[in-house]
C-alpha cells in the first residue's frame, strides 16, 4: 500500500471512529436532558471539549497568531463554531419536541445535503458519491424506525440542523486546507460552548443536583463527542472530500442503533439490519475511485 493510499486509509477510520462515538453519544444526550436544558447541556460539553484539548493546540494557537493567514483562518473557525452552535442547539431543542427516530432520520439527511452544497462551490461528487449518499440516506430511514405521520415543530428544527451539519462539514473541508486541525477544533468548541452557555444563563435553571444527575453524560459527551469525535472528524476530512465524508459520518445512525440495543435493551429488528446493510452498501460504494484532498501547507 501507498503512502497516499494509507493516509486515505487512517482518514476514513478517523471518520468511522467519529460515527461510532456520535452514534453511542445519542443516548448520552437523551439522558442528560432529562437533568439539563439543552443550552446547559450543549455549553458544558463543548468548553469541556475545548478544555480537553487546548493543552495540546495551545502551541498551534501560538505558533500561526503572526501567520499571513492567520486572522482569515480564525475568522473561519469562529465561524465554524458559530455554524456548530446553530445546528447542535436545533437539533438538541428538536429532541424535546420529536421522536428520537424522527430526529435520527432527519439529522442524517445532511449526507445528501452536502454534496448538494458542494454544487454551489465546484465541487463535482462522483456518481458512486450520489449513490451512496442515496442508499444512506434510505439507510437512515430505515434505522430510524420513522412512519408517515403529521410534521411537528421539533421535525422542523432538526431538519433546519441538518443543513448546518451539512455546511459545516464543507466548511470544515475548506479550512482544513488552510491551517491546523486543532487550532479549528478548540476555536470552533470554545465559541460554540460560550454561546450555549450564555443563552442557557438567561433561558434556562440549572441546579447543582441535575448537573451532578448529568454528569456522566457530559462526560462522555464533553471528552469523547467533542474533545475526540469533532477532533476526528477534522483530521479525516484533510484526506477525504466533504461528500464522502457525509457518508461516513452518517455511519452514526447505524452505531446509535447498536447503541441503543448494547446500552438500553432495544430491539434489533429487520427494517434495523436492511438500514444497516444499506448504508454498510453506501459506504462501500464511495470507496471507488477515492480521491485526496490536497494537504494544508
Keep these: 500500500m501507498d503512502t497516499s493510499s494509507h493516509r486515505v486509509w487512517l482518514a476514513q477510520a478517523a471518520l468511522l471512529t467519529a460515527a461510532v462515538i456520535w452514534g453511542f453519544a ?13 443550552f446547559a447541556f450543549n455549553g458544558i460539553r463543548f468548553l469541556l471539549g475545548a478544555a480537553v484539548l487546548l493543552p495540546i493546540g495551545w502551541k498551534r494557537l501560538q505558533g500561526q497568531r503572526g501567520a499571513p493567514a492567520a486572522k482569515s483562518t ?19 431543542v428538536g ?16 449526507v445528501v445535503l452536502v454534496p448538494l452544497l458542494g454544487l454551489f462551490v465546484g465541487q463535482r461528487p462522483r456518481a458512486t458519491v450520489w449513490t451512496g449518499a442515496a442508499l444512506a440516506a434510505g439507510g437512515t430511514y430505515l434505522l430510524s424506525g420513522t412512519a408517515a405521520g403529521p410534521a411537528s415543530i421539533g421535525d422542523l428544527l432538526v431538519l433546519l440542523g441538518a443543513f448546518g451539519w451539512a455546511i459545516h ?21 470554545t465559541v460554540c460552548g460560550v454561546l450555549s452557555l450564555a443563552v ?15 454528569l456522566p453524560a457530559l462526560l462522555f459527551a464533553g471528552v469523547l463527542s467533542v474533545g475526540v469525535a469533532y477532533t476526528l ?5 484533510r484526506r477525504i472530500e466533504p461528500s464522502h465524508a457525509g457518508v461516513l459520518i452518517s455511519l452514526e445512525s447505524v452505531f446509535a442503533a447498536v ?11 429487520a427494517p434495523i439490519l436492511a ?17 485526496l484532498v490536497s494537504r494544508p501547507s
Design 26 to 38: 445519542f443516548v448520552a444526550q437523551r439522558s442528560a436532558m432529562q437533568h439539563i436544558g439543552p
Design 74 to 92: 480564525t475568522r473561519g473557525a469562529i465561524l465554524s463554531g458559530l455554524i456548530l452552535f446553530v445546528a447542535s442547539t436545533l437539533q438538541q
Design 95 to 110: 429532541l424535546v419536541y420529536t421522536t428520537a427516530g424522527k430526529a435520527g432520520f432527519l439529522t442524517g439527511l445532511y
Design 169 to 189: 462539514v464543507q466548511l470544515v473541508g475548506r479550512l482544513i486546507r488552510q491551517t491546523h486541525p486543532m487550532r479549528i477544533a478548540v476555536i470552533q468548541n
Design 200 to 214: 442557557a444563563t438567561g433561558w434556562e435553571r440549572t441546579s447543582l443536583s441535575g448537573l451532578s444527575a448529568a
Design 233 to 237: 472528524q477534522i483530521l479525516g476530512q
Design 259 to 269: 447503541g441503543g440495543w448494547v446500552l438500553l435493551d432495544e430491539p434489533i429488528t
Design 275 to 291: 438500514g444497516c446493510a444499506l448504508m454498510l452498501v453506501g459506504m462501500l460504494l464511495c470507496q471507488r475511485k477515492r480521491s
